[in-house]
């Protein structure tokens, strides 16, 4: 495996760390010029950047009081892009439990993420954090 593949592997995983602990240090993660794409039809899915994610994420993480707990299952990188099999576990503000299973794809450059993909069980999303 390549150093950069090394790497990178490395920056995501503190970039999940820093989720998990509830620090808005995760933001310094991203550019101006980063997109975060999230799957789903609903109110949750769509292409945002990083000033839009902003607030988007501080609603989601406001549902969940004791926050989120992310951990890295597997991590996959080939050059500047990093595949990553993440499980989620939390309580919503609601009592419910949220127990999510993620596969991120991101593409970094300069030690940054240029480019995050975020795939989950949109239904379990919708239930908990939409009510529906």
């Not at 975020?118 to 009510?131: I, N, P, R, S």
Request: contains cysteine; proline residues 2%; glycine residues 6%.
């Amino acid at each position: 495996m390549s150093e950069i593949s090394d790497h990178n592997k490395k920056l995501v995983e503190d970039f999940f760390m820093l989720l998990s602990n509830g620090s808005q240090k995760y933001l310094d993660f991203y550019t101006e010029e980063s997109i975060i794409w999230t799957a789903g039809q609903n109110a949750i899915g769509g292409t945002r950047s990083k000033s839009e994610v902003i607030g988007f994420a501080k609603n989601v993480l406001d549902a969940f009081p004791e926050g989120i707990s992310f951990n890295v299952v597997n991590l996959i990188a080939e050059n500047d892009c990093v595949a990553a099999e993440v499980e989620g576990s939390a309580i919503h503000v609601s009592g419910k439990p949220y127990n999510n299973k993620y596969h991120f794809l991101l593409k970094i450059k300069d030690n940054k993420i240029l480019e995050l993909k975020e795939y989950m069980d949109t239904q379990l999303a919708a239930k908990v954090l939409l009510g529906e």
